[in-house]
């Protein structure tokens, strides 16, 4: 067989595509360990920062050190104290039909199409006194699922922090959620009324501030209407009767000693 013979070269080229898939699939397998570190440590990462908890130079583990995490039963909102934590996983769990539900096309105002049955929460405590709830939340956007952590304060109702870790929204334009200052402004808004009705919105403009509904509101993202129209409905629905709502008025409850 000549030296620049076709089937000499497309054994050539076989040989090390086959080479290259192995050295890549070797890294992949030895990486893997490593991607799962990082992936929680990121995670942690924006928990504590939803919280108020983050602090430049400061160890994430150290500090997730003061955060508990809990298992929530979501349709009756109590805790799940039979759970495995090691072996628990979200994402696993939403494709078991035993461990996740379908949610109507009506009630899915999130676009999520199925929920857990059972929500991992994290609490912050001080002193034995609980004193932040950070939820995670997600529903869709205009291009993507936004996944993010709601901190709350003890009364289960002001917001305390608010922060997106995972979607593919546009630069520039739905993107701008990860912009700390929009993020800010969620900051001490109210979610419910005195009935527990949820109130809390995201406008396609800007909030009166001048109007006591303020208070629910928060300024929506200028050129993303789609953007904003799901962070508002990914809040509703999670805050709402068939997310975590039953929870925190359990929560408030146990505050105030009823």
């Not at 379908?102 to 034995?128: C, F, H, M, Q």
């Not at 709830?133 to 709350?152: E, H, Q």
Request: charged content about 25%; overall charge positive; proline content about 3%.
């Amino acid at each position: 067989m000549a030296n620049e013979s076709i089937g000499k070269t497309i054994l050539v080229a076989a040989l090390l595509c086959i080479v290259c898939s192995i050295l890549v699939s070797t890294a992949a397998v030895k990486l893997k360990p490593l991607q799962e570190i990082n992936k929680a440590l990121f995670k942690k990462n924006n928990i504590l920062k939803a919280a108020g908890l983050l602090e430049e130079g400061k160890d994430v583990e150290e500090l997730f050190k003061n955060i508990e995490v809990k298992y929530v039963d979501i349709d009756t909102g109590d805790f799940n104290e039979t759970i495995n934590s090691k072996a628990y996983n979200v994402k696993a769990a939403l494709a078991r039909p035993g461990l996740s539900v379908a949610i109507s096309p009506e009630a899915d105002i999130a676009n999520i199409k199925r929920r857990v049955k059972t929500a991992e929460v994290y609490l912050v405590k001080v002193d034995g006194k609980l004193k932040t709830i950070i939820l995670p939340v997600y529903g869709k956007g205009l291009w993507s699922t936004m996944y993010a952590f709601l901190a709350l304060e003890s009364d289960g109702n002001t917001i305390k922090g608010f922060s997106f870790y995972d979607h593919g929204e546009t630069p520039g334009l739905g993107g701008e959620i990860d912009n700390p200052s929009w993020q800010k402004q969620f900051q001490d808004k109210l979610v419910y009324d005195e009935d527990w009705n949820v109130m809390i919105n995201v406008l396609k403009g800007k909030v009166n501030r001048d109007k006591p509904e303020a208070i629910h509101q928060a300024d929506g993202l200028s050129g993303a209407t789609l953007t904003t129209t799901g962070v508002k409905n990914m809040m509703r629905y999670w805050l709402g009767k068939d997310g975590f709502k039953k929870f925190l008025q359990n929560v408030r409850k146990q505050d105030q000693g009823a």
